[in-house]
Antibody, heavy 118, light 112 residues
Framework: EVQLVESGGGFVQPGGSLRLSCAAS????????MHWVRQAPGKGLVWVAR????????NYVDSVTGRFTISRDNAENTLHLQMNSLRAEDTAVYYC???????????WGQGTLVTVSS | QSALTQPASVSGSPGQSIAISCTGTSSDVGAYNYVSWYQQYPGKAPKLIIY???NRPSGVSNRFSGSKSGSTASLTISGLQAADEADYYCISYTHRTTTTWVFGGGTKLAVL
């Protein structure tokens, strides 16, 4: 059974940093592209970042470019999102998502809440 | 403002059919068959229900179907049930920007 379990969310002041992690199991992690998608309270889904299966390529939504870094450890089956210079508008539930072979998002974690506030 | 346009809400009665549209451009929905649909209950993670425009993952009811015409994709739910009341999102691959993926703003389905 595919499982994606996020951790690392919490409360942080503007300008602060957080590192999210996603523990993957039930599939060959190193064969899949992985993504982070976020959802602000009461709002829609927003794609944040993606990383190639071998970690050699990354892409980001413009609003987080230069502040967030997606990375992965294929030996540990773990996905990370390093978030720096956090802003109030980064407040959201962050989902770890697997990209399926049909260019879809076939498995989602349960999400971890990040709250940025003074 | 989302890149893909969905109606904010739709409603229907049990047993009826409804359709949710997802309008993009020639750079995303109109260019690729990489349109997928997701169902999300309050407080829960989204669930994939349609991929590549019209394919259903294993275990998804055949009451859910997808289609596309030009730059508009559609999700149809037939034989509406109370359990279908949820938010629905469309997602498309895009070559428009480095963003790569564009999302719809979501549609709240009410089963009256």
């Amino acid at each position: 059974e595919v499982q994606l379990v996020e951790s690392g969310g919490g409360f942080v002041q503007p300008g602060g940093s957080l590192r999210l992690s996603c523990a993957a199991s039930g599939f060959t992690f190193s064969e899949y592209w992985m993504h982070w998608v976020r959802q602000a309270p009461g709002k829609g889904l927003v794609w944040v970042a993606r990383i190639r299966s071998d970690g050699s390529m990354t892409n980001y939504v413009d609003s987080v470019t230069g502040r967030f870094t997606i990375s992965r450890d294929n030996a540990e089956n773990t996905l990370h999102l390093q978030m720096n210079s956090l802003r109030a508008e980064d407040t959201a539930v962050y989902y770890c998502v697997r990209q399926g072979v049909a260019a879809d998002f076939d498995y989602w974690g349960q999400g971890t809440l990040v709250t940025v506030s003074s | 403002q989302s890149a893909l346009t969905q109606p904010a809400s739709v409603s229907g009665s049990p047993g009826q059919s409804i359709a949710i549209s997802c309008t993009g451009t020639s750079s995303d929905v109109g260019a690729y068959n990489y349109v997928s649909w997701y169902q999300q209950y309050p407080g829960k993670a989204p669930k994939l229900i349609i991929y590549e425009v019209s394919n259903r993952p294993s275990g998804v009811s055949n009451r859910f179907s997808g289609s596309k015409s030009g730059s508009t994709a559609s999700l149809t739910i037939s034989g509406l049930q109370a359990a279908d009341e949820a938010d629905y999102y469309c997602i498309s691959y895009t070559h428009r920007t480095t963003t790569t993926w564009v999302f719809g703003g979501g549609t709240k389905l009410a089963v009256l």
